[in-house]
């Protein structure tokens, strides 16, 4: 396998926490993955999961970098301490924001693991939806399977 590409940018505090400038709660490091506690939590145990590789967002990151986040994140999920298999367990999101509408708010990306014990903490998650509309439906599918031809 050849070496990874590398992409650092040296104003962004994501890289600058994983080169040791700025401390962290470190948790897993891999060759292509730091990890670490996010210091504003929204629920205990909130974690974050970023490439070392600097790209914004996700579609700028190298597939090898992404490969290596979700095992980690698995990793994380058993050591956080909570029960997550029993059928009335605790739950857990994954999120990962791109761009400041989708609520983005550090320009590397990142995997947020939020556990979910309770309706008050974690993600809170609003979802509007619309009804089911075969016709368009068809179409957009259409019109997604024509660009992934072209890529
Ligand atoms: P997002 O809104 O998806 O960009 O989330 C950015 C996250 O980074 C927030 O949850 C912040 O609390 C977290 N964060 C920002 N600076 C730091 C830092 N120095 N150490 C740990 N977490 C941080
Ligand atoms: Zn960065």
Not at 42 to 63: C, F, Q, R
Not at 66 to 72: H, K, N, Q, S
Not at 126 to 143: I, Q, R, V, Y
Request: charged share 25%.
């Amino acid at each position: 396998m050849s070496a990874p590409a590398v992409a650092h940018d040296a104003a962004c505090i994501f890289c600058k926490i994983i080169k040791g400038e700025i401390p962290s709660f470190k948790l897993i490091e891999t060759p292509l993955t730091f990890s670490f506690l996010d210091i504003q939590p929204t629920a205990e145990a909130h974690a974050l999961i970023i490439p070392k590789y600097h790209g914004a967002k996700l579609h700028n990151v190298p597939d090898e970098y992404l490969a290596d986040i979700l095992p980690v994140t698995k990793k994380l999920v058993k050591a956080i301490g909570f029960d997550v298999d029993g059928p009335e367990g605790e739950g857990y999101n994954i999120l990962q924001n791109n761009g400041r509408i989708a609520h983005q708010v550090v320009d590397h990306v990142h995997f947020h693991l939020i556990p979910k014990r309770d309706e008050k903490t974690g993600l809170i998650v609003g979802w509007p939806t619309e009804e089911t509309d075969f016709e368009k439906l068809g179409a957009l599918h259409k019109k997604i399977l024509a660009n992934l031809e072209k890529q």
